[in-house]
């Protein structure tokens, strides 16, 4: 793992209780310790919206770990297919909330916005409230989108990293691949690691420091867009 958050100085915001009877104690477990633990353990069984809401903690614990920044939110809402099957919104909403001081505001509005919107978040933390290129600071984790049907090809592609530890998440119509990497890296050494990755794994080319992706925890609503049901974000 790459180390836990410092324990909270903040009580859970209050609407996120009022919101789906969240477990906070074990959110807040997942936010001091959940970056060194595995998936398989942090499995809630029973209740739906707390293994939701660790799953999105976890991956806010993974990426960015305890470093001051600032995480950027973006919400997807009244996403739609267009006449030429593109997935648009008719709103699209980008929010900054300083990590770690309000990691817990960050992840209430998240889960809040997620049976109705799409919920992404930029994989970098940045220096101020911007997404721009240049102003993300440096991270441990390398990472690659997938998108389509997870392959023979692409699962022997994984293989020649030699064992290398990866994290997986199914985003819905297609798969996140992380990378921990030993060191922080800057954004640029970064996107070079993910130009790699996508090459390796014949990914789409979203490697770069800009780039935001679906959190574990809420759910891709563009197969209900086109009559079927969304889909839950989920570890692998």
Not at 12 to 20: E, F, G, L, M, V
Not at 49 to 77: E, F, I, Q
Request: hydrophobic letters at 40%; glycine letters at 12%; a positive charge.
């Amino acid at each position: 793992g790459g180390g836990g958050v410092r324990p909270p100085t903040a009580p859970w915001s209050s609407h996120a209780t009022d919101q789906a009877g969240v477990d906070v104690e074990l959110v807040e477990a997942v936010f001091a310790v959940g970056a060194g633990l595995p998936v398989a353990e942090l499995t809630v069984p029973g209740d739906d919206a707390t293994g939701r809401a660790a799953a999105a903690a976890l991956w806010m614990a993974r990426l960015w770990g305890n470093r001051d920044g600032h995480a950027c939110l973006c919400l997807g809402v009244d996403g739609h297919l267009t006449q030429g099957g593109r997935y648009e919104f008719r709103r699209f909403t980008q929010l900054f909330h300083r990590w770690p001081a309000d990691r817990h505001r960050l992840l209430a509005q998240a889960m809040a916005a997620a049976d109705q919107a799409d919920v992404y978040v930029g994989v970098l933390l940045r220096n101020g409230p911007s997404r721009r290129a240049g102003s993300a600071q440096p991270g441990r984790i390398a990472w690659a989108d997938v998108d389509g049907a997870w392959t023979t090809q692409r699962a022997q592609a994984l293989d020649r990293l030699g064992g290398w530890p990866t994290w997986q998440v199914q985003s819905g119509s297609g798969r996140h691949l992380y990378l921990p990497l030993q060191d922080l890296e800057p954004p640029e050494r970064l996107e070079g690691w993910n130009r790699r990755l996508a090459a390796l794994l014949d990914a789409d080319s979203g490697w770069s420091q800009t780039k935001l992706l679906r959190l574990p925890g809420t759910y891709n609503h563009k197969p209900r867009a086109a009559g079927g049901r969304s889909r839950l974000v989920r570890w692998l």
